[in-house]
């Protein structure tokens, strides 16, 4: 967006309550990424088990569901990437454990860096 | 024209920001179901005009969900539009194949979802 012109009412009202609801469900998303990341260490040690498999799929559909919507659109993407290792078909390759990790890593900067503000939501389109 | 219309999704974050979406820029009343079952209850108690059914949830799915509103002649008339995170095609052609309104993509645009439900369901 062209930093002089104003948004609409609608966007900077739903900036307003994206951020509210940001800061409401960051710990939950966090949490989500926290299975991300236990999942890695397991598949990394080669102890995986297939709940853990199936928590971290289910997990990653989440984020990918729910960080574009934040305007965080990188997220989604990768998010997807990790919901799709996970997915046990095939099986989840332990060679495939130093990709996840830094897809861990990069969800967890992500979260942390999302800025709020009028352009909340456009900030990665 | 406000419109009413009820949202069944597991995901708190999904859920609320879409109901504050509708709410928001399209003055919509919505109402919330965390269930297939209980959305299928309220859909019989309150008559939306249209549900935006998510595909994955525990216990009921969304597919499932779509089946029995469906199968109950009070809520059979009710164009429900499905809201998923998946984006193979195969899983697309399948939630199609189903007879819902329409499939919409997680993640949406809060600015714009109202949009494409009305352009959708013929309520410009």
Known sequence: MDPLEKPAPDQVLIDQALNRMWAKFLPHLEERIDVLASANAALAAGKLTTGQRAAANTAAHNLAGVLGTFGLTKGTILAREAEILYSGEPETDPEAAAQLGRI?????????????GAAGYTLEK | MQHRILIIDDEDDIREVAALSLETVADWEVEVARSGAEGLAMAVASQPEAILLD??????????????????????????????????????????????????????DPLTLSAQISQILGWN
């Open chain 1, 104 to 116: 861990a890593d990069q969800l967890r900067v992500l979260i942390r860096n999302r800025k709020s």
């Open chain 2, 55 to 108: 595909v994955m949830m525990p216990g009921m799915d969304g597919p499932t969900t779509f089946r029995e509103l469906r199968k109950n002649p009070a809520t059979a008339h009710i164009p429900v539009l499905l809201l998923t995170a998946k984006v193979q095609n195969t899983d697309q052609r399948r939630f199609a194949d189903l007879g819902v309104e329409a499939v919409l993509f997680k993640p949406f």
